[in-house]
């Protein structure tokens, strides 16, 4: 087996030579490279670009199935065809390397990669083709590399880090290119912008606001959509107001911007107001806007405000219903408690519902305490998430089935499903500290245990009676409680009150929707500390002050 593996490295070795002997590699090929169309170098370009895809498609089998040896097999096919010098091929083919832990073949195909570029517009299509696939690692390994790498290797760089969700590294990228003597323009701004927006940074976003004033960034309607919708998302939606009130709103992303503002802060009225407004202004609305509106009804009850726009889709504006408006409905009708209405709606769609539609009705099941629909929708999913289990279970939970609950629990392991651990995150002087569920390795954990517990002790002093009825089993009280008292917003909160001022606004962020519990005690504290204390979780905005939440309860 050695010897074999021996063997393969040091024919792949060859390969990184575009002279070298690679046929011998190739002698005995994986039936999906005998299934490669064989075309000359001057075929007929359709077929090569047949091979091309076909070749990806490959490559993307072996990364599947950590294949190496048709990976190497694949590669040697690559170097004799003439596709030596493809970017997205060469991308591919590091990825299939990093994941099937061919350290040394990863590292030769870099260097093979700097020895033949031509220039600094080739790194930046690796670098592309990198980021699509997802390998952010080593396309910020291929970046440190580029000898002198310009704004668009710059700015595809930020680009793909957002893409792939590394919202932190992003910023990080756009600090060293603004140290580095380059000026960044309207696409870095565009990303950057994307960055502070998701995870909620306010004091990051305002900084790259300044910056982009200071370097009078030309505004168009990109621009300003992604700085109304960054100061939405970073709670100061009176900010994104003023913004869009400053702006030309000629274009209907950002009328889009600013109704989704105003529907995640709960500000329903407002955004239906915001949508008249648009109408007046001869700005025709388009399929986002209705999502937007409609998240907007959801968000405050308003059902017969939503029945109106999503007929009023059709028939003045003749937008077919797409999957997000279907899904905005059934979560409309769902959180009203019309849980039959949502799911004759789901049966009567015009195209097939998806997990995110079957979702949405789960979770009204689980407010609504009712699993014999809930089963109907989990049930319908072709591959159920962590959180869909855990939404099930306590639907059962809710109503005292502990051996219900105790079933999904189960099935949950048999499957190897994992539940999705909640992590909530908070912005201190420009710098992100991010906790999760029952996390115990921040540095200064003793100080966050003492605040929690202090709080904790006084809300209990004050009649706070924790909200229990599902915790997943049929334990404790007290093992209940300290289930609870380990949310990651409980943690993000008592480092805020640790960290700064008295009376100081407090702003978490978190991956998932606030509990029930959280959401109580998070009310009661604001009132004993006189904070303002906002919690952005995945559905909306929780706006806490004096004892009360803006959401009205009704999340």
């Not at 700015?155 to 957002?162: D, L, P, S």
């Not at 909620?200 to 900084?207: D, F, I, K, S, Y």
């Amino acid at each position: 087996m050695t010897r074999m593996i021996h063997n393969r490295v040091k024919g792949a070795k060859k390969l990184l030579n575009p002279s070298a002997d690679s046929r011998a590699v190739i002698n005995s090929p994986t039936p999906q490279l005998k299934n490669l169309p064989f075309t000359s170098f001057n075929g007929a370009q359709a077929s090569r670009d047949k091979e091309h895809q076909k070749l990806h498609h490959v490559l993307k089998s072996c990364k599947l199935h950590l294949d190496s040896a048709t990976a190497i097999q694949t590669h040697a096919r690559i170097i004799t065809r003439g596709y030596g010098t493809y970017p997205s091929l060469l991308a591919s083919l590091l990825a299939v390397y990093k994941r099937c832990g061919c350290v040394t073949l990863g590292t030769q195909l870099v260097d093979h990669i700097f020895s033949s570029a031509s220039g600094v517009n080739y790194f930046n299509l690796v670098i592309e083709s990198l980021m699509r696939n997802g390998e952010c690692d080593i396309a910020k390994r291929v970046f440190r590399k580029v000898p002198n790498p310009d704004l668009v290797t710059w700015n595809t760089v930020i680009g793909g880090c957002v893409r792939n969700e590394r919202f932190q590294e992003a910023l990080g990228v756009f600090r060293k290119l603004v140290g580095s003597g380059l000026e960044p323009d309207g696409f870095t701004f565009s990303s950057v912008i994307t960055a502070c927006a998701r995870l909620g940074a306010l004091h990051n976003a305002q900084r790259v606001h300044c910056l982009m004033m200071k370097k009078r960034i030309e505004m168009n309607f990109i621009l300003s959509a992604a700085l109304i919708d960054m100061y939405s998302k970073c709670g100061r939606v009176q900010t994104a107001r003023e913004i869009f009130g400053s702006v030309q709103h000629d274009d209907v992303s950002v009328w889009n911007a600013m109704i989704n503002g105003l529907a995640i802060h709960g500000l329903s009225l407002e955004a239906i107001e915001m949508f008249s407004k648009m109408e007046m202004d001869y700005v025709l609305p388009d399929s986002i806007t209705f999502v937007a509106i409609l998240k907007a009804c959801g968000h405050c009850n308003l059902v017969e405000e939503g029945r109106k726009y999503f007929d009023l889709m059709t028939s003045r504006y003749s937008i077919q219903p797409e999957i997000e408006h279907y899904g905005a409905m059934v979560d409309l009708l769902g959180r009203a408690g019309l849980l039959e209405e949502a799911y004759a709606t789901i049966k009567a769609m015009a195209v097939e519902p998806d997990v995110v539609i079957w979702r949405a009705l789960l979770s009204a099941c689980r407010t609504h305490r009712n699993p014999e629909l809930g089963e109907i929708a989990i049930a319908n999913m072709p591959r159920p998430r962590s959180g869909d289990y855990v939404l099930l279970s306590n639907t059962y939970c809710s109503i005292k089935k502990w051996d219900s609950s105790e079933r999904v629990r189960e099935m949950m392991k048999k499957k190897r499903v994992r539940k999705n651990q909640g992590k909530s995150w908070l912005e201190l002087e420009g710098v992100i500290h991010q906790f999760r569920a029952g996390d115990q390795t921040h540095p200064e954990m003793k100080s966050i245990n003492r605040v929690l517990e202090a709080l904790i002790k006084r809300t209990k002093s004050e009649g706070f009676v924790p909200v229990t009825e599902l915790v997943l089993m049929d334990v404790s009280d007290e093992e209940k409680e300290g289930n609870l008292n380990c949310h990651s917003e409980k943690l993000a909160l008592a480092y805020g009150i640790l960290k700064t001022s008295p009376g100081t606004e407090i702003r978490i962020s978190k991956n998932l929707r606030i509990c029930h519990d959280c959401h109580c005690w998070i009310k009661l504290v604001s009132r004993l500390l006189n904070r303002v204390i906002i919690v952005r979780d995945r559905i909306r905005f929780h706006h806490f002050e004096g004892g009360m939440c803006l959401c009205g309860d009704y999340w």
